[in-house]
Protein backbone atom coordinates (compact mmCIF):
# COMPACT_ATOMS: atom_id res chain seq x y z
CA UNK A 1 0.00 0.00 0.00
CA UNK A 2 1.51 3.66 -0.28
CA UNK A 3 2.52 5.86 1.79
CA UNK A 4 0.96 8.49 2.80
CA UNK A 5 2.21 12.27 4.50
CA UNK A 6 0.00 14.32 6.87
CA UNK A 7 1.09 17.16 8.77
CA UNK A 8 1.67 15.72 12.80
CA UNK A 9 -0.81 18.62 13.96
CA UNK A 10 -3.33 21.44 13.47
CA UNK A 11 -5.79 23.58 15.18
CA UNK A 12 -9.00 24.84 14.23
CA UNK A 13 -11.52 26.79 15.81
CA UNK A 14 -14.89 25.57 17.48
CA UNK A 15 -17.75 26.22 14.38
CA UNK A 16 -15.65 26.41 11.53
CA UNK A 17 -14.11 24.24 8.39
CA UNK A 18 -11.32 22.20 9.37
CA UNK A 19 -9.06 20.59 6.57
CA UNK A 20 -7.28 18.10 6.84
CA UNK A 21 -4.36 17.51 4.21
CA UNK A 22 -2.93 14.40 3.34
CA UNK A 23 -0.42 13.70 0.20
CA UNK A 24 -0.31 10.33 -1.42
CA UNK A 25 1.88 10.88 -4.48
CA UNK A 26 2.72 7.16 -4.79
CA UNK A 27 -0.83 6.34 -4.75
CA UNK A 28 -2.17 3.67 -7.56
CA UNK A 29 -4.56 3.27 -9.77
CA UNK A 30 -6.79 0.83 -7.89
CA UNK A 31 -5.89 2.40 -4.11
CA UNK A 32 -8.52 3.87 -2.20
CA UNK A 33 -8.16 7.12 0.50
CA UNK A 34 -9.29 6.24 3.71
CA UNK A 35 -9.84 8.53 6.64
CA UNK A 36 -10.31 7.05 9.89
CA UNK A 37 -9.98 8.99 13.80
CA UNK A 38 -9.22 8.44 16.82
CA UNK A 39 -10.20 9.96 20.04
CA UNK A 40 -8.43 9.15 23.16
CA UNK A 41 -8.52 6.21 24.46
CA UNK A 42 -10.97 4.64 21.85
CA UNK A 43 -10.24 2.60 18.85
CA UNK A 44 -9.92 3.92 15.41
CA UNK A 45 -13.46 5.24 13.78
CA UNK A 46 -14.32 4.71 10.08
CA UNK A 47 -14.88 8.24 8.81
CA UNK A 48 -14.75 8.30 4.72
CA UNK A 49 -13.72 6.83 1.86
CA UNK A 50 -13.22 7.31 -1.83
CA UNK A 51 -11.22 6.30 -5.20
CA UNK A 52 -11.13 8.96 -7.31
CA UNK A 53 -14.57 11.18 -6.40
CA UNK A 54 -15.35 13.78 -4.07
CA UNK A 55 -17.59 11.72 -1.49
CA UNK A 56 -19.86 13.48 1.54
CA UNK A 57 -21.13 11.63 4.13
CA UNK A 58 -22.77 12.83 7.54
CA UNK A 59 -19.60 13.29 8.80
CA UNK A 60 -17.35 14.84 6.74
CA UNK A 61 -16.42 15.62 3.09
CA UNK A 62 -13.60 14.30 1.19
CA UNK A 63 -12.04 16.10 -1.37
CA UNK A 64 -9.50 14.16 -3.92
CA UNK A 65 -7.12 16.12 -6.08
CA UNK A 66 -8.01 15.37 -10.21
CA UNK A 67 -4.54 13.46 -10.05
CA UNK A 68 -5.16 11.65 -6.80
CA UNK A 69 -1.46 12.46 -5.64
CA UNK A 70 -3.39 14.55 -2.72
CA UNK A 71 -6.78 14.93 -1.11
CA UNK A 72 -8.60 16.88 1.75
CA UNK A 73 -10.72 15.90 4.75
CA UNK A 74 -13.24 18.71 5.99
CA UNK A 75 -14.95 18.72 8.85
CA UNK A 76 -17.47 21.09 8.21
CA UNK A 77 -18.60 22.74 11.32
CA UNK A 78 -15.80 21.53 13.68
CA UNK A 79 -16.82 20.90 17.65
CA UNK A 80 -14.77 20.10 20.39
CA UNK A 81 -16.08 16.16 19.95
CA UNK A 82 -13.64 16.47 17.16
CA UNK A 83 -10.44 16.55 18.63
CA UNK A 84 -8.98 13.73 17.67
CA UNK A 85 -5.91 11.90 15.86
CA UNK A 86 -6.73 11.83 11.98
CA UNK A 87 -5.38 9.22 9.71
CA UNK A 88 -5.25 8.93 6.14
CA UNK A 89 -4.38 5.94 4.58
CA UNK A 90 -4.36 4.36 1.28
CA UNK A 91 -5.06 0.64 0.32
CA UNK A 92 -6.08 -1.29 -2.43
CA UNK A 93 -9.74 -3.00 -1.79
CA UNK A 94 -9.42 -6.78 -2.55
CA UNK A 95 -12.10 -8.62 -3.99
CA UNK A 96 -14.40 -7.12 -1.19
CA UNK A 97 -12.73 -8.36 1.86
CA UNK A 98 -10.63 -5.80 3.80
CA UNK A 99 -6.87 -7.14 4.51
CA UNK A 100 -5.91 -4.05 6.56
CA UNK A 101 -5.08 -1.03 7.28
CA UNK A 102 -1.19 0.37 7.87
CA UNK A 103 -1.65 3.44 9.78
CA UNK A 104 1.13 6.23 10.46
CA UNK A 105 1.04 8.75 12.55
CA UNK A 106 -1.85 10.74 11.14
CA UNK A 107 -3.18 13.94 12.56
CA UNK A 108 -3.78 15.35 15.51
CA UNK A 109 -6.31 17.94 15.28
CA UNK A 110 -7.20 20.01 18.40
CA UNK A 111 -10.20 22.17 17.97
CA UNK A 112 -9.85 25.47 20.03
CA UNK A 113 -12.71 26.49 21.81
CA UNK B 1 -26.13 -3.38 17.54
CA UNK B 2 -22.89 -4.34 20.05
CA UNK B 3 -19.93 -3.37 18.80
CA UNK B 4 -16.04 -5.19 18.92
CA UNK B 5 -15.84 -5.96 22.31
CA UNK B 6 -12.39 -6.48 23.87
CA UNK B 7 -11.10 -7.23 27.71
CA UNK B 8 -9.47 -6.20 30.17
CA UNK B 9 -9.42 -2.67 29.29
CA UNK B 10 -6.96 -2.20 31.31
CA UNK B 11 -4.51 -5.02 33.08
CA UNK B 12 -1.05 -3.99 34.96
CA UNK B 13 1.82 -6.79 35.22
CA UNK B 14 5.31 -7.43 36.15
CA UNK B 15 7.61 -8.38 33.76
CA UNK B 16 8.07 -12.10 32.92
CA UNK B 17 4.55 -12.47 33.34
CA UNK B 18 1.95 -13.96 31.56
CA UNK B 19 -1.11 -12.20 30.13
CA UNK B 20 -3.87 -12.57 27.89
CA UNK B 21 -6.58 -10.18 25.91
CA UNK B 22 -9.92 -11.46 24.77
CA UNK B 23 -12.03 -10.14 21.86
CA UNK B 24 -15.44 -10.88 20.61
CA UNK B 25 -16.02 -9.33 17.30
CA UNK B 26 -19.13 -7.76 15.59
CA UNK B 27 -21.76 -11.15 14.90
CA UNK B 28 -21.39 -11.67 11.37
CA UNK B 29 -17.59 -10.56 10.91
CA UNK B 30 -15.40 -13.55 9.98
CA UNK B 31 -12.34 -10.85 9.47
CA UNK B 32 -10.43 -10.57 13.33
CA UNK B 33 -8.02 -8.07 13.18
CA UNK B 34 -4.80 -7.56 16.78
CA UNK B 35 -3.09 -4.53 16.28
CA UNK B 36 -0.72 -3.00 18.32
CA UNK B 37 -0.66 0.82 19.51
CA UNK B 38 2.28 2.51 20.93
CA UNK B 39 2.27 5.50 22.35
CA UNK B 40 1.89 8.51 20.03
CA UNK B 41 2.05 6.01 16.64
CA UNK B 42 -0.02 4.59 14.66
CA UNK B 43 -1.62 1.11 15.56
CA UNK B 44 0.03 -1.88 13.70
CA UNK B 45 -1.01 -4.77 12.72
CA UNK B 46 -0.19 -8.26 14.53
CA UNK B 47 -1.98 -10.58 13.04
CA UNK B 48 -5.61 -11.12 11.21
CA UNK B 49 -8.09 -13.85 11.08
CA UNK B 50 -10.16 -14.86 8.24
CA UNK B 51 -12.72 -17.41 10.31
CA UNK B 52 -10.56 -19.56 12.24
CA UNK B 53 -7.11 -19.57 10.15
CA UNK B 54 -4.37 -16.98 10.40
CA UNK B 55 -4.08 -15.75 6.75
CA UNK B 56 -1.31 -12.86 8.07
CA UNK B 57 0.67 -13.59 11.27
CA UNK B 58 3.90 -11.70 9.61
CA UNK B 59 4.59 -9.34 12.12
CA UNK B 60 3.47 -11.21 15.23
CA UNK B 61 6.85 -11.86 17.83
CA UNK B 62 5.96 -15.70 17.42
CA UNK B 63 8.45 -16.31 20.55
CA UNK B 64 6.29 -14.29 23.13
CA UNK B 65 2.93 -14.11 21.27
CA UNK B 66 0.51 -16.36 20.30
CA UNK B 67 -3.38 -16.40 19.16
CA UNK B 68 -5.77 -18.33 18.32
CA UNK B 69 -9.77 -17.81 17.23
CA UNK B 70 -11.49 -21.12 18.07
CA UNK B 71 -14.82 -21.92 15.71
CA UNK B 72 -14.09 -18.71 13.80
CA UNK B 73 -15.80 -16.07 16.28
CA UNK B 74 -13.94 -15.13 19.76
CA UNK B 75 -9.84 -14.68 19.51
CA UNK B 76 -7.25 -14.33 22.72
CA UNK B 77 -4.14 -12.86 22.43
CA UNK B 78 -1.34 -13.70 24.57
CA UNK B 79 2.14 -12.49 25.32
CA UNK B 80 4.33 -14.99 27.80
CA UNK B 81 6.56 -13.75 29.28
CA UNK B 82 5.65 -10.45 29.30
CA UNK B 83 8.29 -7.88 28.76
CA UNK B 84 8.72 -3.95 29.88
CA UNK B 85 8.66 -3.06 25.80
CA UNK B 86 5.48 -4.73 25.62
CA UNK B 87 3.53 -2.02 26.81
CA UNK B 88 1.06 -0.70 24.66
CA UNK B 89 -3.00 -0.15 23.58
CA UNK B 90 -3.73 -3.99 21.84
CA UNK B 91 -6.63 -3.29 19.83
CA UNK B 92 -8.75 -5.63 18.31
CA UNK B 93 -10.84 -5.05 15.20
CA UNK B 94 -13.25 -6.92 13.11
CA UNK B 95 -15.06 -6.62 9.74
CA UNK B 96 -16.62 -8.43 6.70
CA UNK B 97 -16.86 -8.85 2.78
CA UNK B 98 -18.33 -5.39 1.64
CA UNK B 99 -17.78 -2.95 -0.87
CA UNK B 100 -16.23 -0.45 1.43
CA UNK B 101 -13.75 -2.51 3.22
CA UNK B 102 -14.42 -0.85 6.67
CA UNK B 103 -13.06 -1.76 9.97
CA UNK B 104 -14.92 -1.62 13.23
CA UNK B 105 -12.52 -1.43 16.22
CA UNK B 106 -13.13 -1.70 19.75
CA UNK B 107 -12.12 0.32 22.56
CA UNK B 108 -8.80 -1.53 23.29
CA UNK B 109 -6.95 -3.35 26.27
CA UNK B 110 -3.89 -0.90 27.85
CA UNK B 111 -1.08 -3.13 29.13
CA UNK B 112 1.13 -1.66 31.40
CA UNK B 113 4.44 -3.98 32.14
CA UNK B 114 6.59 -3.30 35.63
Known amino acids: DAKTTQPPSMDCAEGRAANLPCNHSTISGNEYVYWYRQIHSQGPQYIIHGLKNNETNEMASLIITEDRKSSTLILPHATLRDTAVYYC??????????????FGKGTHLIIQP | EAGVVQSPRYKIIEKKQPVAFWCNPISGHNTLYWYLQNLGQGPELLIRYENEEAVDDSQLPKDRFSAERLKGVDSTLKIQPAELGDSAVYLC????????????FGEGSRLTVL
Open chain 2, 93 to 104: ASSFASNTGELF
Open chain 1, 89 to 102: IVRVLRGGGADGLT
